[in-house]
């Protein structure tokens, strides 16, 4: 499934040359697959698009916004776009920031219908990782985004 994933992500940044790295992170952080700028840590980078999206949630319950469809962070020179996989995960993207937006997210939105259905086939982690999580023990997100 991971091989399947990673080339969808690769055809959308062929597409789109504005994309400059994408990723599926399921719903606890864990990336799935990945096409990423050269030198972005994988782990660092999922860890990133779970924060968000476990803030960006945080914040429309607190508005009684709905559920959270999309997160926007936007910089001098890149945007980071993350977008909803149904319940089962987000697409997260790198973007230049001048980059036409509303183009960009119809791709985006095209892309996680068509992983929707790949990935909510296997959610169960260990058909991810294996039977083996060993790799796991003593996992913390607060470790990787240096909190105490």
Known sequence: ??????????????????IK???????????????LFP???????????AALLGLG??????????KLREVYVRGDD??????????????????????PLGVILVEVRKTAELLEGIISKQQDITEILGSDLSLL????????LGEE
């Not at 790295?21 to 096409?35: F, M, P």
């Not at 890149?78 to 980059?99: Q, Y």
Request: glycine content about 10%; aromatic content about 4%.
């Open 1 to 18: 499934m991971n091989n399947q994933v990673e080339q969808i992500l690769k055809a959308m940044v062929k597409k789109n040359p504005q």
């Open 21 to 35: 790295s994408a990723a599926v992170v399921n719903s606890e952080g864990i990336l799935i697959a990945s096409h």
């Open 39 to 49: 030198g972005t840590n994988e782990s660092s980078f999922g860890a990133m698009a």
């Open 57 to 66: 949630e945080h914040a429309l319950q607190e508005i009684k916004g709905g």
């Open 78 to 99: 890149m945007m980071l776009v993350i977008v909803g996989i149904s319940n089962v995960g987000v697409i997260s993207i790198t973007v230049d920031a001048e980059a």
């Open 137 to 144: 023990e003593g996992f913390s997100f607060k470790d990787i």
